[in-house]
Each structure stands twice: as C-alpha cells, then as structure tokens.
T-cell receptor, first 112, second 112 residues
Framework: DQQVKQNSPSLSVQEGRISILNCDYTNSMFDYFLWYKKYPAEGPTFLISISSIKDKNEDGRFTVFLNKSAKHLSLHIVPSQPGDSAVYFCAASENRDDKIIFGKGTRLHILP | GAGVSQSPSNKVTEKGKDVELRCDPISGHTALYWYRQSLGQGLEFLIYFQGNSAPDKSGLPSDRFSAERTGGSVSTLTIQRTQQEDSAVYLC??????????FGPGTRLTVL
C-alpha cells in the first residue's frame, strides 16, 4: 500500500512555462516532505523540502506547496528549463523517524 | 569533495549466486540507508542504520537480504541465492540530519 503517491508517471512542459508536479500521501503522521531529482545513471539529489508547519517553501525557480488537509503537495518549477528534464521523486517522513518513504516518481520532459 | 560512493557500478550474476554491494557514505554521516529501484518503480526502502542503534530492517523483502555497517562507516548489502526479481538498481544514501540524504550513483544488479 503506497503511502506516497505520484499519480502522473510523466509530464511534458514547454520550455519557459511552469511545471507542476503533484504528490499525495496517506499517512497523517508525515510532517516532513521532500522532493528529489534524478538524472539517468545517477543517484537522486535533494531539491527542496517543507515542514508541515509551513504551507509554502521557495528556493529560486522551485516552490513547494503543502496542503495538509488534502494530504497533497506540489512542486512548481518556473520558468522550466531544458536541464529540468529528469525524474522527480516526492518523499515524506515522520519527524521522529528518519525513514523516508518515496513515491514512484514523475518523469518531466521539457520541450524546446 | 567526496560524496557517497558505491561499488560495483554494475553487477551481472547468475540466479542462485550470492552478491555483495558496497556503500561508502560521506565521512561523518551517522545515518545510512539502502534503497532499491526496480524497473518502473519508485525508491523502495530496504534498511536504515543510525549511529549505534539497531538497524531498521523493516524494508528488507526477504531473509535472503542482509546488511551490515562496520565501524559506523562502510556498509555492505548482501543478497543470498539471488533471484531474477532481485534485478534492480540498489542505491545507498547517507545523511547527517533528517531530510537531506545524499545518494550514491547506485549499483545496477542484473540476475540472469
């Protein structure tokens, strides 16, 4: 039973436009959420995180939004660039437990 | 700067053989994690080491899988009597604090 769900396996976005990647979770004990980015043949790299005490965290072109009541978070990338083409993993953890649960990932294609 | 390293990068083995995968975490990182990514799947948590505490083995799929971490540093993941369904990319990550895990490049295991 998946606790972290990324329902879109892939997404294509025009360069310069906004990319929105979505993630849903089922465990109400999760209170720390992360996004990782993965290029082929490389390990995932940390992108951005958000604690449950916030509903938004911004870092340059990347913004993560958290809707606790809906158990939903999203990653916005604006403007999208060709180098953003990668697989993006949503992940979550309970604060007292460092075990992080990952979603299946969404492959983002940035179109020229 | 040294990141997380894993060896070998690729391993091809025959069904029924044992394999050992190695992870060298970032120096000083107290937490070490093993994940695997099967084709079309997300990152599946396998095992987590934190300092001198007993490891969290809750993600190991069967008793053919085991891992150890010697001296609080290097870790070895052992798969005994490999099966074809064990074919995956095995990823190691380490962290100093909750959240920001640094991943190695992974070991691609192919069981023939």
């Amino acid at each position: 039973d998946q606790q972290v769900k990324q329902n879109s396996p892939s997404l294509s976005v025009q360069e310069g436009r906004i990319s929105i990647l979505n993630c849903d979770y089922t465990n109400s004990m999760f209170d720390y959420f992360l996004w990782y980015k993965k290029y082929p043949a490389e390990g995932p790299t940390f992108l951005i995180s958000i604690s449950s005490i916030k509903d938004k965290n911004e870092d340059g072109r990347f913004t993560v939004f958290l809707n606790k009541s809906a158990k939903h978070l999203s990653l916005h990338i604006v403007p999208s660039q060709p180098g953003d083409s990668a697989v993006y993993f949503c992940a979550a953890s309970e604060n007292r437990d460092d075990k992080i649960i990952f979603g299946k990932g969404t492959r983002l294609h940035i179109l020229p | 700067g040294a990141g997380v390293s894993q060896s070998p990068s690729n391993k091809v083995t025959e069904k029924g053989k044992d394999v050992e995968l190695r992870c060298d975490p970032i120096s000083g990182h107290t937490a070490l994690y093993w994940y695997r990514q099967s084709l079309g799947q997300g990152l599946e948590f396998l095992i987590y080491f934190q300092g001198n505490s007993a490891p969290d083995k809750s993600g190991l799929p069967s008793d053919r899988f085991s891992a150890e971490r010697t001296g609080g540093s290097v870790s070895t993941l052992t798969i005994q009597r490999t099966q074809q369904e064990d074919s995956a990319v095995y990823l190691c990550a380490s962290s100093l604090t909750i959240g920001t895990q640094y991943f190695g490049p992974g070991t691609r295991l192919t069981v023939l």
